[in-house]
């Protein structure tokens, strides 16, 4: 079956440093893999998506860019955190090789912008 | 654009009654939805999925009911259990697309 790591679980960074955060997934290939925000409050907003090695698809104008180096692996960054990326991200991907919409989602990295 | 609309942030319930959750979207080229059910600090588990093709998809407890006409859809839990209690995600996509739009969600509290 299908399973999403990603790390780190939580993180606290100061204003103006730099994010990585890491997403891999086992027990599926050539996935379409997604990168959402929860902020405080809100909705699970799609900031990236990737439908394959070196192909990412930008949402939402922002402070984030997303990689894709490898299959199975999905990478989020930033070169200065805002205030304002402060929020719950999750990694997510789609079951089988159609998009139906169903998504599999990881257990989530917390970043706490301070 | 909020393409996929869930109007209340929250709703109480007692254990034993039903649940309705509701969700509204605009995108007409929407033709599958999806509920998602999220406990705090985890990612959201896949609950329930309907395509535009039925009006109603059932599957035990849970059964969403689809309004085309009204772009406008439910999730209906019954009977409702404390362990419902969690954030409720309407979210939809259309074939072929790449994407899944989600809605802000609707925290569900079931008291015993």
């Known amino acids: 079956s299908q399973t999403i790591h990603q790390w780190p679980a939580t993180l606290v960074q100061p204003v103006g440093s730099p994010l990585s955060l890491e997403c891999t997934v086992e027990?599926?290939?050539?996935?379409?893999l997604y990168w959402y925000r929860q902020a405080a409050g809100r909705g699970l907003q799609l900031l990236f998506y990737?439908?394959?090695?070196?192909?990412i698809s930008s949402e939402v104008p922002q402070n984030l860019s997303a990689s894709r180096p490898q299959d199975r692996q999905f990478i989020l960054s930033s070169k200065k955190l805002l205030l304002s990326d402060s929020g719950f991200y999750l990694c997510?991907?789609?079951?089988?090789?159609?998009?139906?919409?169903?998504?599999?989602f990881g257990e989530g990295s917390r970043l706490t912008v301070l | 654009d909020q393409q996929v609309k869930q109007n209340s942030p929250s709703l109480s319930v007692q254990e034993g009654r039903i649940s309705i959750l509701n969700c509204d979207y605009t995108?007409?080229?929407?033709?599958?939805f999806l509920w998602y059910k999220k406990y705090p600090a985890e990612g959201p588990t896949f609950l329930i999925s309907?395509?535009?093709?039925?009006d109603k998809n059932e599957d035990g407890r849970f059964t969403v009911f689809l309004n085309k006409s009204a772009k406008h859809l439910s999730l209906h839990i019954v009977p409702s259990q404390p362990g419902d209690s969690a954030v409720y995600f309407c979210?939809?996509?259309?074939?072929?697309?790449?994407?899944?739009?989600f809605g802000a969600g609707t925290r569900l509290f079931v008291k015993a």
């Open positions: 997510a991907s789609h079951r089988g090789s159609f998009n139906t919409g169903e998504l599999f």
């Open positions: 027990g599926t290939s050539n996935p379409n």
């Open positions: 990737s439908v394959g090695i070196g192909q």
């Open positions: 995108n007409s080229m929407f033709d599958y």
């Open positions: 309907i395509s535009s093709i039925k």
């Open positions: 979210a939809a996509g259309y074939t072929g697309g790449f994407k899944t739009i």
